[in-house]
């Protein structure tokens, strides 16, 4: 269970960092909802942050399993472009054999230029029921993020032991099929898009809203949108595989949690 739980981590953190693009059928060039700075929808956020509250629950399907905090400032007003760094703090719930649950803690930095432009991002994960911690770093220009997982004092696997299981192609490689997708995707990780926001419409509390949606793609396959209200408040975010980031203060958002576009 651990291991598909780190595997499933990673390839998500690699997949954002390697696949940015904006899936051009979703909102075509005709479409009505109009293109807008990313910078501009940080900075509408900024100015509720003090006055809202940031936690969201985070549900599979309509499974509650935890909750995320998020938190963005820029690191410098008078800087031009100005960079924006992201804190992400949360618990969740996994699943485990019968009707176990393993409590998961991650903690996630990163920083945009001009919200755009990843230019550096750190995961850390704890799992105290098994004594375990991972990490995982990466910075603009890197092919491949560091990573290193520990059992109390002792290291497991870090980037030089994945490295060497993928060349050798032991029998545990099969635990990390993750590491070809990786690998295939840093090829194209220099022509990667910026994240992009656009005007949009979504069904909250029983009425239609109009919003803002940050969204980019995950290894070219599925995509990840962040939904904002007119004002900068984080509605909701949409993970891969059912995954989804709920605020709970909006009342009806669950219950039309389909209906967004």
């Known amino acids: ?109 990163g920083e945009l230029l ?18 375990t911690e991972a990490s995982i770093a990466w910075k603009v220009g890197d092919k491949l993020p560091e990573i290193e997982v520990k059992q109390g004092n002792q290291v497991i696997m870090n980037s030089a032991m994945l490295k060497t299981m993928m060349a050798l192609k032991t029998p545990a490689t099969g635990q990390f099929g993750w590491m070809s997708q990786i690998q295939a995707g840093a090829a194209d990780s220099n022509t990667a898009s910026p994240l992009v926001a656009r005007e949009g419409i979504m069904d909250l509390a029983g009425k239609q809203r109009r919003c803002y949606i940050i969204s980019l793609k995950v290894l070219k396959l599925e995509e990840v949108r962040a939904y904002f209200t007119e004002v900068g408040e984080l509605a909701r975010i949409e993970l891969p595989q059912g995954y989804r980031l709920i605020e709970p203060m909006m009342h009806g958002l669950e219950a039309n949690m389909n209906t967004m576009q």
Request: hydrophobic share 45%.
């Open 1 to 109: 269970m651990l291991w598909r739980l780190l595997s499933a981590i990673i390839l998500l953190f690699w997949a954002v960092m390697t696949g940015l693009v904006i899936r051009d059928t979703y909102f075509p060039d005709h479409s009505r909802f109009a293109i807008v700075p990313p910078r501009f929808v940080f900075d509408l956020f900024l100015t509720q942050a003090a006055a809202t509250n940031n936690t969201l629950h985070f549900y599979h399907d309509r499974e509650k399993l935890g909750h995320t905090t998020f938190a963005i400032r820029k690191k410098s007003e008078t800087e031009d472009p100005p960079t924006y760094a992201l804190l992400a703090t949360g618990t969740v719930q996994l699943p485990d054999e019968g009707e176990k649950t393993t409590e998961v803690n991650f903690r996630i930095n």
């Open 114 to 131: 001009d919200a755009e432009r990843w230019q550096n991002m750190d995961l850390e994960i704890k799992v105290a029921a098994t004594k």
